[in-house]
């Protein structure tokens, strides 16, 4: 079983950046595929990016493609979501996930608490 912590949260101007933290632990953590969803207050959960492993395949939202990266440091057990460029529409808690390399994300049961980002116009 994996284990997530977000932080990194907070309230920004738009045009402004910050940097979210995810800190994994558990087993096997070489076997999952780790994400960022997000949900705004009246909305539906939805995704924003996720990466393999080895970091070799990375996908965006086309609503955060060229502004967010996402990225993992393995040896640390930590993935990480670079903001830049922020819109008031990017406000949302944003949540952390894994799901075992090869699943659909629609099988992951293994979410993070949230953290909030604000961004102020």
């Known amino acids: 079983q994996v284990q997530l912590v977000e932080s990194g949260g907070g309230l920004v101007q738009a045009g402004g950046s910050l940097r979210l933290s995810c800190a994994a632990s558990g087993r096997a953590l070489w076997s999952y595929r780790m994400g960022w969803f997000r949900q705004a207050p009246g909305k539906e959960r939805e995704f924003v990016a996720d990466i393999t492993y080895r970091g070799d395949d990375l996908n965006y939202a086309d609503s955060v493609k060229g502004r967010f990266t996402i990225s993992r440091d393995n040896a640390k057990g930590t993935v990480y979501l670079q903001m830049n460029s922020l819109k008031p529409e990017d406000t949302a808690v944003y949540y952390c996930?894994?799901?075992?390399?090869?699943?659909?994300?629609?099988?992951?049961?293994?979410w993070g608490q949230g953290t909030q980002v604000t961004v102020s116009s």
């Open positions: 996930a894994a799901v075992r390399s090869g699943s659909s994300w629609s099988n992951s049961d293994t």
